[in-house]
């Protein structure tokens, strides 16, 4: 398995800011995502955090809206950028140890509330 | 366009009964299959994986089987507890790269 952390757990914002989230792996992990979890619905993936590189995004995702570092193997963040109350929303964490056949593991989830 | 589809939405059963949950699939060109369950304001929790190689997994009173030409995959829950109450959720892993998520079905297991 792998233990995975996330800062914060949630937060309150204003609209028009920013906010980081932090996700932290207890060991090296090949791949990273980050997901977003609307109110009431499923999870939908928003990149794919690489190491050393640009993230890959999805259809509907952009790196000025949603940038995403990956300095190591065993850490990432995903900010979001000027925010609005649609971005309101679970972000979530997940990683996978081996290559692509392998389990996926979730981090807790950051919730965001933006007023 | 890759899609998942859980059905039913929603499931409420009394404590000890045997349920099925199911998972669709379009596109049968899958690497692998995952079943999750996430409990209210909380992370995911991975429950089975299944290889595409693979027909099914167990573990303990859970066992999800996997049917990859007609797109399909269920979850079976034995002797259901009240503890089993959540949303699963069933993963779809296109090409070890891409994550497709199915809408989740959500379990209430009365007392």
């Known amino acids: 398995s792998a233990v995975i952390s996330q800062k914060p757990s949630r937060d309150i914002c204003q609209r028009g800011t920013s906010l980081t989230i932090q996700c932290q792996v207890d060991s090296q992990v090949t791949m990273m995502f980050w997901y977003r979890q609307q109110p009431g619905q499923s999870l939908t993936l928003i990149a794919t955090?690489?190491?050393?590189?640009?993230?890959?995004?999805e259809s509907g995702f952009v790196i000025d809206k949603f940038p995403i570092s990956r300095p190591n193997l065993t850490f990432s963040t995903l900010t979001v950028s000027n925010m609005s109350p649609e971005d309101s929303s679970i972000y979530l964490c997940?990683?996978?140890?081996?290559?692509?056949?392998?389990?996926?593991?979730f981090g807790p989830g950051t919730r965001l509330t933006v007023l | 366009k890759q899609e998942v589809t859980q059905i039913p939405a929603a499931l409420s059963v009394p404590e000890g009964e045997n349920l099925v949950l199911n998972c669709s699939f379009t596109?049968?060109?899958?690497?692998?299959l995952q079943w999750f369950r996430q409990d209210p304001g909380k992370g995911l929790t991975s429950l089975l994986l299944i290889q595409s190689s693979q027909r099914e997994q167990t573990s303990g009173r859970l066992n999800a089987s996997l049917d990859k030409s007609s797109g399909r995959s269920t979850l079976y829950i034995a002797a259901s507890q009240p503890g089993d109450s959540a949303t699963y959720l069933c993963a779809v892993n296109y090409y070890g790269q891409n994550f497709v998520f199915g809408p989740g079905t959500r379990l209430s297991v009365l007392p």
């Open positions: 997940s990683v996978v140890r081996g290559q692509g056949a392998d389990t996926q593991y």
């Open positions: 955090a690489n190491q050393g590189s640009e993230a890959t995004y």
């Open positions: 596109d049968s060109a899958i690497y692998n």
